[in-house]
């Protein structure tokens, strides 16, 4: 697809999901901003991005503070080049019933989940409204689109990504900028298998669930991802698309054996 030589910004890209869009899109020839939270994560998927031949910046910040969202979309374009793609992929997860959550936990998901999106997209569609020309992806969640229990902070934040982005899409359509949105399903990355653990959660029974008979891998969101950004998908926006293996189409009548 028509992606070489073009920059993308991937936001939570120090690991899991984050981390396999940003080397997929390497792989198509894109240069890509890393950004993390943590310095360390960032830095280290941009090595591993420059050691396997791409142009990659390490790009740490908080996405839910303004003034360090403004100098990474900066310090991306200065030193990489004009950004064709933005992933809006970073987020928090909080589980337990909405009885105990603290006021705390549902901040941090909607400062990082929802409001991360917004000032991420803001800063970059100022820079693609000029050139007409642009493509963002904003990674919610099938929890956004299905009901969850004991993930009320996460499912309502990650539904307003869903709407954030039809909204959006449609903003930006005479513009020539694209707005699409990706829900994953159970995917096997660190936060899923760290968090089910400490939940005491059986995986095996976990992906029972699932249809295709299996997790996703984080490249099964990364390759769609890529499709969204190429000249291929110029007249694909608005969408949300679940890639789950079924999941979010599922309710068994009974539990599966």
Not at 195 to 204: I, K
Not at 215 to 237: G, N, R
Request: with cysteine.
């Amino acid at each position: 697809m028509t992606l070489a030589g073009r920059v993308a910004l991937v936001t939570g890209a120090g690991r899991g999901i984050g981390k396999a869009i940003a080397h997929v899109l390497t792989a198509r020839g894109m240069a890509v901003g890393v950004n993390d939270g943590e310095k360390i994560s960032a830095e280290d998927t941009a090595e591993e991005l420059r050691r396997a031949g791409g142009r990659a910046l390490a790009l740490p910040a908080d996405i839910s503070r303004k003034a360090e969202v403004e100098a990474m979309v900066e310090r991306a374009e200065n030193e990489l080049g004009p950004l064709w793609l933005l992933v809006n992929n970073a987020g928090v997860f909080f589980s337990g019933p909405t009885v105990d959550m603290s006021e705390e936990a549902w901040d941090r998901a909607f400062e990082v989940d929802a409001k991360g999106v917004f000032l991420c997209s803001q800063a970059v569609i100022r820079r693609m409204l000029p050139r007409r020309a642009g493509r963002i992806v904003n990674v919610s969640s099938i929890a956004g689109i299905i009901v969850r229990t004991n993930q009320i902070a996460y499912c309502a934040a990650k539904a307003a990504v869903v709407h954030f982005s039809r909204c959006l899409a449609v903003e930006l359509a005479p513009h020539g900028i694209t707005v699409n949105c990706l829900c994953p399903g159970m995917t096997r990355t660190p936060m899923l298998v760290e968090g089910a653990r400490e939940r005491g959660m059986d995986l095996a029974e976990m992906v029972r669930l699932i249809p295709a008979g299996r997790m996703a891998e984080p490249e099964d969101h990364a390759h769609l991802v890529a499709y969204f950004a190429s000249d291929e998908a110029a007249h694909v926006t608005g969408q949300v698309v679940a890639v789950d293996g079924g999941q979010s189409q599922y309710l068994p009548l009974v539990r599966p054996k």
